[in-house]
């Protein structure tokens, strides 16, 4: 009598290619802090990995499509990649405007980008623990809203500085760059609070 051989579906990597993307955002952020410390030819990196972060978030989509079975819930999974992928689309977005606006970044800025780097190496850490130490991954999430604090304190004391400078179109293009990474950094809060939710739902 022969053989009966069942298969079960093709169980894709989920998770991996969420710490995959995450992994891919974190070199981003690194060199947008290089970026905003002067070294401009970091902006074609930037735009590079934009590109790659985009082909990782739809081979994520295809493979939620296939899994038999997600470590977290495929719609956590499918947040959490949209909220990376935000990240590395906002960031090449800071740096063209820069470029647009002829208006290279300033100390302010290059803080800003240094707390922002902090946050998602921090962020990435978090996914890391996902399914293995959901204790840890909250705590690193934590830390990454911690840094991210500091994101909105540079931005405030930056725009104040503001108020003393008389070119108004420095002023405006100061501003424009400054909320940028304000918004880079709501986006680093999306991604830890969503690997909050993802804890407490599997708890």
């Not at 410390?37 to 989509?61: P, V």
């Not at 499509?65 to 590395?88: M, V």
């Not at 707390?115 to 999430?141: F, K, N, Q, W």
Request: hydrophobic share 45%; glycine share 4%; net charge negative.
């Amino acid at each position: 009598m022969r053989a009966r051989h069942w298969f079960l579906p093709e169980q894709p990597d989920v998770l991996g290619l969420v710490r995959r993307q995450l992994a891919l955002t974190r070199e981003g952020v690194d060199a947008l802090v290089e970026w905003a410390r002067g070294d401009s030819s970091q902006a074609d990196r930037i735009r590079a990995l934009e590109h790659r972060g985009d082909e990782l978030k739809r081979e994520l989509e295809l493979a939620l499509t296939t899994a038999f079975t997600t470590p977290l819930e495929p719609e956590d999974l499918y947040t959490l990649s949209r909220g990376i992928d935000w990240i590395l689309n906002l960031s090449k977005d800071l740096v063209r405007e820069s470029e647009v606006m002829a208006t290279p970044p300033d100390d302010a800025l290059r803080e800003m980008c240094e707390c922002l780097a902090e946050s998602v190496h921090l962020l990435a850490e978090a996914v890391d623990m996902l399914g293995t130490d959901p204790g840890a991954a909250t705590e690193r999430a934590n830390e990454a809203l911690r840094a991210e604090r500091r994101i909105e304190k540079v931005y405030r004391e930056a725009m104040a500085r503001l108020l003393a400078v008389d070119d108004l179109r420095e002023v405006m293009a100061r501003r424009e760059l400054y909320r940028r990474v304000a918004r880079l950094g709501e986006a680093v809060v999306d991604v830890a609070e969503r690997v909050w939710y993802a804890v407490v739902k599997e708890a």
